[in-house]
């Protein structure tokens, strides 16, 4: 018909033209066969909770992380909330959270029952500032109000936080290291990779999370097999594994089988997926060269590059201009997390400082796999344009 030659074409190009923030678009149609076919098995087994796939999913996880235990959890959230009840968290244990990441790191602290302390950041890597974490921690013992018990350390924007400190400070006061990697699956540091790195890890497959599924999803790695049953039995309403008996509270933290075999796709291409990421990122640095301040990333740090974060002192300006030259742009986050309502009521004396400033210059840039190096280019322009 000549209708849809004359549509087709145009609708090419313009997609072909336009720059996507995050592009759930292109794998999906990619992927879709598949996705589909999975589906389709498993609406003819029927096990829409705790089919086959959980458990394929849960061995690639592992072994694409390189951990011996994964568990497929509900949500990233859940994974935060069911690693902190796996160690039995009360409301005397402090837990040290960075003040610059999204909400749900100190959600799941207070929903678990315990007490978060924040923690300024580095305003160059944009996460925990180790040197302040030291300081927080020696303050909450001096207090001796609280008992220092575990460190979760934020991956922001996809880069691993200084895990190498972190793990030697835990271990001097004797306490747990819990890496929120929502975003950052797929990076890595010091040759191994995230899930990998401290003593548990908790992943989002949130749509646009450099992991995805098509709903909620989240995963938990460990290499302790203790630690891992009492996640599996909390996940699983605290049950045993005979699913007879409530050995402990849990809650109802599964993934189902039909984001399993999502995300069974999803991981075929992954690693194809980091790739372009990491190509698409260092084209992004390269051109931008000193026009504006980026992340930093550490020797020895892969950036899983779930976000391009760059900071810029006119924002509200810088975005304008970029909107107009059709280049989205997006801020994680407007504020830090002790300035919130929820959570006011643990804000350090006198803020942090850091975390404050970076809350005003913070702003994200297009990343995806399936940007085009044109593309790449034309929001380097438009930055470098917006910045003069
Ligand atoms: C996305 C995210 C979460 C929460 O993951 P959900 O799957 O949306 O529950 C937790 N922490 C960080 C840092 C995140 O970016």
Not at 63 to 85: N, Y
Request: hydrophobic share 45%.
């Amino acid at each position: 018909m000549p209708e849809a030659k004359s549509i087709e074409p145009r609708t090419a190009s313009a997609d072909a033209g336009s720059i996507r923030f995050f592009d759930l678009e292109t794998p999906k149609k990619m992927l879709r066969a598949g996705i589909e076919k999975r589906w389709q098995k498993i609406l003819d087994h029927g096990a829409f909770i705790g089919g086959p796939e959980v458990g394929e999913l849960e061995v690639q996880l592992a072994s694409w992380a390189g951990t011996t235990h994964a568990l497929a959890v509900a949500s990233g959230t859940d994974a935060l909330v069911i690693a902190l009840m796996g160690e039995d968290v009360k409301a005397n244990d402090a837990i040290f959270i960075p003040g610059f990441t999204y909400n749900a790191t100190a959600n799941a602290v207070l929903v678990a029952g315990a007490t978060p302390v924040f923690v300024d950041v580095d305003a160059h890597t944009c996460n925990i500032d180790v040197g302040h974490l030291e300081a927080q921690i020696d303050a909450v013992w001096k207090e001796g109000q609280l008992r220092p018990r575990m460190i979760i350390a934020v991956d922001l924007y996809g880069l691993p936080a200084d895990y190498e400190a972190i793990n030697r400070i835990a271990k001097a006061h004797g306490m747990l290291v819990l890496a929120d990697a929502a975003q950052s699956f797929g990076g890595a540091q010091g040759g191994r990779r995230i899930g990998a790195l401290t003593d548990m890890s908790a992943t989002s497959f949130y749509p646009s999370k450099t992991l995805g599924c098509y709903g909620d999803g989240g995963a938990m790695l460990t290499d302790d097999a203790a630690r891992f049953e009492r996640w599996s039995s909390i996940r699983w309403h605290g049950t045993d594994a005979a699913k007879k008996e409530s050995i402990r509270v849990g809650v109802n933290g599964r993934l189902d089988s039909m984001q399993c075999a999502v995300l069974l796709s999803k991981l075929t291409v992954f690693a194809d997926e980091m790739k372009a990421r990491e190509r698409i990122a260092q084209r992004y640095r390269l051109g931008l060269g000193n026009a504006v301040e980026m992340q930093h990333v550490p020797a020895g740090s892969q950036n899983a590059w779930g976000l391009f974060t760059v900071m810029v002192d006119n924002r509200a300006e810088v975005m304008k201009k970029l909107q107009d030259q059709g280049v989205p742009s997006s801020i994680y986050y407007y504020k830090p997390l002790h300035q919130h309502m929820a959570f006011a009521a643990y804000a350090p004396k006198g803020g942090l400082p850091v975390c404050e400033r970076l809350a005003e210059r913070v702003l994200s840039l297009p990343m995806h796999p399936y940007l085009t190096d044109a593309q790449v280019d034309r929001v380097v322009a438009a930055v470098k344009g917006a910045v003069l």
